[in-house]
């Protein structure tokens, strides 16, 4: 039976790991846009494999070698299909897994949710690429973001609820999402979250969900916060200036 | 209390101008509040009606909704231009979001410098010829079909034919190496709902003009 999954039998299949099963993530070794996808397979429980891009000339052999739809990274080959554009990565992993409201409604306000974290986060992926003339405007604006936009809402939503989870009583995209951007901000403004008992509240619980706990512990998928060896890599590799 | 949708919005394209298009071809008609001055979109904070202080918003099905991408996919789902599974809907959202990311592009061209305008306009017309229409063109080519997803009418080809007259209004002769993107273009504004969007009259907004940019960065402060 082993000659029929060799790589020699199927042309054009370049490596046997996308036969495991499992989802292979192909990015930058670093959080950056696929940093979200990690979050929400591991928080799902499920088990993927990570092909790191490494420099310019693979970036270029993956884009002529018809790979990225849009000659973009994040790719993620699953089920059969090499998806592109996180957001589209993202809401087919949720609706796969069960982490995306029972109907059209909570699909609704977890979009919404999403959305908004996704705009926040924005703001925090870039901050590291900021120019450092511009950088304590930057924390600023994110800190303000955080605090005066974002952050309220969902604090509103949990208190008036009471229930665990933002939408549906149920674990859901939403809740990882805000997990992961809860974190990433204390990363650059540690006290962020202390007018905000519900959410304080939702990060212990949230963290203590056992997928999510293991993802938190050293030795996971999860990638370290950006450091200037990152910003480089990214630089070289996307021929940013 | 099945009222209309009612759009919040500025009474120009932006980004409700794709929920616009969505509704439209969907045969859904809806009512628009359209934001004039600071003071109404001040008004609309204050009264607690935008999330995140922000529009697009938009009353639905007794939701204000906002969030431009949660809405349309809302539309989509609600209206059966989502595709019939998971699989369909990856696809539809995979190419959304590539004409999002074109769209975006142009969308950003008013609010530039002169110089920045020219600049972004070269990229865009790049990015349309290389990265985009490419990939629409080949997939029709492929399966041979009227429309991008599952033999079936999605928000994907309301999309594409948005996207498509917005490049062309860049750049008139965009498609003439994409023969399988001209033939689509002249089906799906064939039909009738989206020929009536496309006539005098109807909801579709213009092209932002200066006027409108001056009054757009007075009412958002920007």
């Not at chain 1, 790979?67 to 973009?72: A, G, H, K, P, R």
């Not at chain 1, 989870?165 to 204390?186: K, T």
């Not at chain 2, 349309?72 to 231009?81: D, E, R, T, V």
């Not at chain 2, 023969?179 to 002249?186: E, N, V």
Request: glycine share 6%.
């Amino acid at each position: 039976m082993r000659y029929l999954f060799s790589a020699s039998y199927f042309p054009g299949i370049q490596k046997l790991s996308s036969m495991s099963g499992k989802p292979r993530l192909t990015y930058i070794n670093g959080r950056g846009r696929m940093e979200p996808v990690r979050w929400l397979l591991a928080a799902a429980g499920v088990e993927f494999e990570e092909n790191f891009v490494e420099t310019k000339e693979q970036l270029e052999k993956l884009i002529k070698g018809g790979d990225l739809l849009f000659q973009q990274v994040p790719m993620v080959e699953i089920d059969g299909m090499k998806m592109v554009q996180t957001r589209a990565i993202l809401s087919y992993i949720a609706g796969k897994y069960n982490l995306y409201g029972k109907d059209l409604k909570e699909r609704a306000l977890i979009d919404m949710y999403v959305e908004g974290i996704t705009d926040l986060m924005q703001m925090v992926m870039m901050f590291p690429f900021t120019p450092a003339e511009a950088k304590a405007k930057n924390l600023a604006s994110i800190e303000e973001k955080a605090t005066k936009r974002y952050f309220p809402v969902f604090e509103k939503i949990l208190k008036q609820h009471g229930q665990d989870f933002l939408v549906g009583n149920r674990l859901s995209w939403a809740d990882v999402q805000l997990l992961e951007a809860i974190l990433a901000v204390e990363e650059k403004v540690p006290a962020v979250l202390s007018g905000f008992p519900q959410l304080q509240a939702f990060k212990t619980k949230m963290s203590n969900v056992p997928t999510i706990k293991k993802f938190l512990q050293p030795g996971s998928a999860r990638k370290p916060p950006p450091d200037e060896n990152y910003v480089a890599l990214v630089m070289s590799i996307f021929n940013l200036s | 209390m099945a009222g209309k949708p009612k759009l919040h919005y500025t009474c120009g394209r932006g980004k409700m101008e794709s929920i616009r298009w969505l509704l439209a071809a969907a045969g859904v008609e809806f009512e628009e509040q359209f934001i004039e001055k600071n003071e109404h979109l001040e008004k609309l904070r204050k009264d607690g009606d935008l999330l995140f202080q922000q529009v697009p918003m938009v009353e639905i099905d007794g939701m204000k909704m906002v969030q431009t991408r949660a809405i349309l996919s809302y539309i989509a789902g609600k209206y059966n231009l989502y595709g019939k599974d998971l699989k369909e809907r990856a696809w539809i959202d995979m190419y959304v979001e590539g004409t999002t990311d074109l769209m975006g592009l142009i969308m950003q061209l008013p609010l530039q410098s002169a110089e920045m305008r020219e600049k972004n306009l070269a990229l865009i017309i790049e990015r349309a010829k290389t990265r985009y229409f490419p990939v629409y063109e080949k997939a029709l080519k492929d399966h041979g079909h009227d429309y991008l997803v599952g033999n079936k009418f999605s928000w994907a080809d309301i999309h594409l034919l948005e996207a498509i007259l917005m490049v062309e209004e860049c750049k008139p002769d965009i498609l003439s190496a994409f023969p399988q993107l001209q033939a689509f273009k002249g089906r799906i504004s064939n039909i009738p709902t989206i020929k009536k969007f496309l006539q005098p009259g109807s909801q579709r907004k213009p092209p932002a003009d200066d006027k409108y940019i001056a009054n757009v960065r007075k009412i958002f402060n920007i």
